[in-house]
């Protein structure tokens, strides 16, 4: 048996989560395995032991120490939605939807989705890498030590190949975990919006010409379409989807955001790895999600930031034995925060779920909604070293003290991601 390398000790609470290695769900959420006086071994950035610490100690004497002081260890936080490449912020547009501008109207405006795009193909690559690194590693220093990060403001064939390169370097460069994911279907460009055929052309050219070099090059685990009445329609997203999985990339959807479309239960219909948003799904869609392998990924920070005063039916969801995820959904537009353990919050106080539903959506079906179950989200024998460290004594206060940054170390594979060699301000 391999010795311990390093020992995680002086932890007032190890929340380890442990337990099956996939999606958890309805009832299965109510327990995030909190464990006191316990200790965590790791040999070559795998957990090899969660026991008394004592015990631990005195098997592995060798092994250099990390002192929890007394904070609460979780497994490292796993943000599962983020759309964190992009250019300039838009903070304008809080201040006009406040005052009742319109979407549209804001648009006209010069804002908008579109804004981030033509802002995006206006910027140099590694432009793009460094306003990400710095995203990326604010993330970090929240905790967050998986991050899913889509393509989506380029929408040419190289803008969006450009955009996974920017996430492909990123991953290399950062001590962070980076999932990425291909959304050349985000929004139907400008420059595609005159007519039906040239529509049309756009979604050809997503899969006829963007995709086959995706799929080639291997640069995306997932592809997601927008599925939104005003977006893409159902048949659209369909035809992209089937395309991308025949391909072989995985699948994903923002999916009945504002308005039901049928959108969950075509996720559920394509065997789609997750279905995001969902704050408008219907008593089908939840029933289709529940009898489904798919996460449902649940974007409390959106709603909240657009001010829209509802959120998914977190509860029915659950109580229909749907799995559930938490994301941050991190944008430029509708959830511009880096804040993992708020969205947490917004989990216990918007979505009436307990701290272990939130614990467990933010790790073990984080991880399940990037088809990472097997080997991240746990702190269990076998689980890569993914740890956050937080400055409370009680898992409880991780949702409580809100907006607060109470996370002391995170790490990777049980290299150190936050304190970074970055500043973190
Ligand atoms: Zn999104």
């Known amino acids: 048996m391999s010795a311990a390398d390093l020992l995680f000790v002086n932890a007032a609470q190890v929340v380890t989560c442990a337990g099956a290695a996939r999606a958890r769900r309805g009832s299965e959420m109510r327990d995030a395995g909190i464990r006191r006086g316990a200790a965590v071994a790791v040999h070559a950035g795998v957990v090899l032991a969660v026991d008394a610490q004592e015990g631990l100690e005195h098997r592995y004497p060798d092994a250099a120490r990390v002192d929890c002081a007394g904070g609460v260890l979780t497994p490292g936080l796993v ?10 912020a838009r903070y304008e547009e809080q201040e006009l939807r406040a005052t009742g501008v319109p979407y549209m109207e804001i648009a006209r405006r010069g804002g908008g989705i579109h804004a981030s795009v033509r802002d995006l193909r206006s910027r140099g690559d590694d432009e793009l890498v460094e306003l990400a690194r710095r995203r990326l590693v604010r993330m970090a220093s929240y905790g967050t030590t998986t991050v899913e990060v889509k393509s989506g403001y380029g929408l040419t064939v190289a803008d969006e190949l450009r955009m996974l390169r920017v996430i492909a370097r990123l991953e290399r460069e950062l001590p962070l975990r980076l999932i990425p994911t291909w959304l050349g279907a985000h929004e139907i460009p400008v420059e595609f919006r005159a007519t039906p055929a040239a529509r049309e052309a756009y979604i050809a050219m997503l899969i006829d010409d963007m995709l086959p070099i995706i799929a080639r090059d291997g640069l995306a685990r997932f592809a997601d379409v927008f599925c939104e009445p005003g977006v ?28 039901s479309s049928g959108a969950a239960q075509l996720a559920a219909e394509l065997g789609a790895t997750s279905a995001d948003h969902l704050a408008a799904i219907s008593e089908p869609g939840i029933r289709a999600l529940a009898l489904s392998d798919t996460v449902a990924t649940l974007l409390p ?24 995820a938490l994301a941050s959904d991190f944008n430029p537009g509708t959830s511009p925060t880096v804040n993992l353990p708020l969205i947490l919050t917004l989990g216990v106080s918007e979505l009436h779920l307990s ?3 939130c614990v467990l959506a933010a790790t073990v079906n984080g991880a399940a909604a990037l088809g990472l179950a097997q080997r991240v989200g746990q702190i269990a024998p076998g689980f890569a070293a993914d740890l956050a460290l937080f400055d409370i004594e009680d898992v409880r206060e991780l949702p409580y003290w809100y907006g607060d940054r109470r996370c002391m170390g995170s790490w990777v594979s049980g290299k150190p991601c936050h304190p970074y060699d970055l500043p973190v301000s």
């Open 355 to 357: 701290v272990a539903e």
């Open 79 to 88: 943000d599962s939605h983020t759309h964190a490449i992009f250019g300039r």
């Open 301 to 324: 920070g959106t709603m909240l930031f657009l001010g829209k005063g509802r959120q998914a039916p977190a509860r029915a969801l659950l109580d229909a034995g749907a799995a559930i």
């Open 232 to 259: 893409f329609t159902l048949d659209e997203t369909r035809r992209i989807l089937m395309a991308a999985r025949a391909a072989g990339l995985a699948l994903k959807l923002h999916a009945d955001e504002l308005e």
